[in-house]
């Protein structure tokens, strides 16, 4: 059976917290909305807050998950990020951007994972 776009996602962020999870980060916050959008995961390792973008896919055919983590997305996550840490009275605190990509199979087990650590900057 395939995945709709709406489970893929949802297995991802799934399967990323638990990846996460075992290399020792906290959950913070899972799926902050605000109305500039929305970060799958934010979490805290040592001293850093990190703001983690995950992407899934089932297939190579159109490139990498993470791939899809373009200029204009980047951007946008800065942003969410900002005004996270402003709403929170965060100003001070030391943050990154992750990023986990994930190949899937069509019935959603994971058959590759990779968490790009301060995937991009600002």
Do not use: W
Request: proline share 2%.
């Amino acid at each position: 059976m395939k995945l709709s776009r709406k489970q893929l996602g949802h297995i991802g962020e799934k399967e990323a917290l638990k990846l996460l999870l075992n290399k020792g980060y906290k959950l913070i916050e899972k799926n902050f909305r605000c109305p500039l959008g929305e970060v799958d995961l934010i979490m805290k390792e040592g001293d850093e807050l990190v703001f983690i973008e995950v992407r899934s896919r089932t297939c190579r055919a159109f490139g990498e998950a993470f791939e899809t983590v373009n200029l204009k997305k980047q951007n946008k996550l800065y942003k969410l990020g900002e005004y996270y840490l402003q709403f929170n009275g965060l100003e001070d605190v030391l943050c990154r951007f992750d990023v986990v990509s994930l190949l899937l199979t069509p019935g959603g087990e994971i058959k590759e994972g990779e968490h790009i650590e301060n995937a991009f900057g600002m």
